[in-house]
């Protein structure tokens, strides 16, 4: 078995989903389905007509609000900056 391997922060996989190209099309039916059992587990409503992109937040959202899933690589990115601003220079 293959260790995970962890994208590096400046890989086109880690792109916001605002930048995304089809992030203005219609969520995607794994989308649908994972957006349903997190709301109901976060007792929260969806929109039905969400975009992938808005969809992808989200989950990203729920997921942190539920403690269910792994985090994204944008979130674990995102995390990683905020400790390293806050720890100040070096």
Excluded: C, F
Aim: aromatic letters at 2%.
């Amino acid at each position: 078995m293959k260790p995970d391997k962890i994208p590096d922060e400046n890989s086109n996989r880690i792109k916001d989903p605002d930048d995304w190209v089809t992030g203005d099309e219609e969520m995607t039916g794994a989308q649908a389905s994972y957006l349903r059992t997190l709301a109901e587990e976060a007792h929260e409503p969806i929109e039905p007509d969400l975009t992938k992109a808005e969809a992808s937040k989200k989950i990203d959202q729920l997921q942190a609000k539920t403690g269910q899933g792994r985090k994204s690589a944008r979130a674990r990115n995102a995390h990683g900056r905020r400790k390293e601003r806050q720890a100040g220079p070096r």
